[in-house]
């Protein structure tokens, strides 16, 4: 059985700055990681998902995460964030061991202020 | 374009009576879950169908039932068995249900809330 674990609940950061949303995993088998975000009363989007190979993966709006096998983490990052990144990220992780079940993280709300 | 649809957005149920959620593709993905969410607690998995006629219990399936008689359709009975049905429910599809790695695409959801 797989779990994720968010941190941080909310993440506050001025336009402009830079923003970190940590995620750590636990599991007993290779997994794959995914970042989604999700708009106020509206379902998810996929952010970008690592799979193999190289350990940074490069999503949409500009975002990006580093895949860490011995820390057991796939934090999110994003150098400029813009008021537009208000959101909640979730990062998931499913099993290589078959199906695509998806355990999810708590959320990190991210509050982009001007 | 092609999408899942979840219908309705807004749904408001007595104690006591059962309701369904409809949740529909056009993606033709052949797996299809169900999901509950709650504030804080992120996204539990309710049923998933990794093909027609075929569905799994996730976490937590008490109080709910679901069905696949359709590649297509997916819709989730929230019975009056459940005890705290008052969520965000949003449902997700993803390509060949057997196959690893794909990522799964969501509705916009049904918030439901108790009378």
């Known amino acids: 059985a797989q779990s994720v674990t968010q941190l941080d609940s909310q993440v506050p950061v001025f336009e402009e700055a830079p923003v970190e949303l940590r995620c750590n995993y636990s599991s007993s088998v290779s997994v794959y990681l995914f970042w989604y975000v999700q708009y106020p009363n509206q379902g998810l989007q996929l952010l970008l998902k690592?799979?193999?190979?190289?350990?940074l993966v490069k999503g949409i709006n500009g975002f990006e995460a580093e895949f860490n096998k011995s820390q057991t983490s796939f934090h999110l990052r994003k150098p400029s964030v813009h008021i537009s990144d208000t959101a909640e990220y979730f990062c998931a992780v499913s099993d290589r061991g078959g199906g695509n079940k998806l355990t999810f993280g708590t959320g990190t709300q991210l509050k982009v202020e001007l | 374009d092609g999408g899942i649809t979840q219908s309705p957005k807004y749904l408001f149920r007595k104690e006591g009576q059962n309701v369904t959620l409809s949740c529909e593709q056009n993606l033709n993905h052949d797996a299809m879950y169900w999901y509950r969410q709650d504030p804080g607690q992120g996204l539990r998995l309710i049923y998933y169908?990794?093909?027609?006629?075929?569905?799994q219990k996730g976490d937590i399936a008490e109080g709910y039932s679901v069905s696949r008689e359709k590649k297509e359709s997916f819709p989730l009975t929230v019975t009056s068995a459940q005890k705290n049905p008052t969520a965000f429910y949003l449902c997700?599809?993803?390509?060949?249900?057997?196959?690893?790695?794909?990522?799964?695409?969501f509705g916009d959801g049904t918030r439901l809330s108790i009378l």
């Open positions: 997700a599809s993803s390509m060949g249900g057997f196959v690893r790695n794909q990522p799964q695409h």
């Open positions: 169908s990794q093909i027609v006629n075929d569905f």
């Open positions: 690592y799979l193999s190979g190289s350990t």
